[in-house]
């Protein structure tokens, strides 16, 4: 899960401060076991490095639907995990696509994701592929084209349509507004 979610953002994987500190404080005790070489440094690191793998997942999965917690059903985990793993190919976001992935029907498997996380299957989708757009607007220099063409927008256009229905603004603008101001 954390390779397939941790390539779609950029900047720090970590949302909440409180891991952060704990992940620096890991990290310290990690090396220090290392360098030692004392009685079971070994599997102290194992340990250490699967609660470092364990907070990194938590924070990634903050990105889920907040009706998501451990006590969600796995095949909803295991859906939102597919769709983002494919969010670049749109043929495999098809609901029958994603059905057959999962052995549900088409059918079933809308009304089964809207109540598990309270959306619909589309609308998770484009909002997670508008998350990632409003990313690469800040994050790169990719042309609003390129951006389009990448998460199977039907062009430049259509992608400008729905990021202002959904954001209020067009793209450019978008971008224009994100950027530091120079001081005069």
Do not use: W
Not at 65 to 78: C, G, Y
Not at 101 to 116: H, I, M, T, W
Not at 135 to 153: C, K
């Amino acid at each position: 899960m954390i390779l397939q979610n941790a390539r779609h953002e950029p900047g720090c994987i970590l949302k909440k401060e409180d891991d952060k500190t704990s992940v620096v404080q890991l990290m310290e005790i990690l090396i220090r076991e290392h360098l030692n070489h004392d009685l079971y440094h070994e599997e102290l690191i194992s340990q250490l490095v699967d609660t470092l793998l364990t907070i990194v997942a938590r924070n990634i999965t903050q990105a889920f639907p907040s009706v998501i917690d451990e006590t969600s059903e796995e095949k909803t985990v295991d859906i939102l995990e597919y769709i983002q793993a494919n969010i670049y190919y749109p043929d495999k976001l098809r609901v029958e696509t994603i059905g057959t992935a999962f052995g549900l029907s088409r059918n079933y498997l809308g009304r089964y994701f809207k109540k598990q996380t309270n959306e619909t299957l589309q609308e998770y989708i484009l909002k997670y592929k508008l998350r990632l757009v409003e990313n690469r607007l800040l994050h790169s220099n990719m042309r609003v084209s390129e951006i389009a063409d990448e998460f199977g927008f039907t062009d430049k256009s259509h992608l400008n349509r729905t990021f202002k229905r959904y954001r209020g603004l067009n793209p450019t603008d978008f971008r224009r507004s994100a950027k530091p101001q120079p001081v005069a």
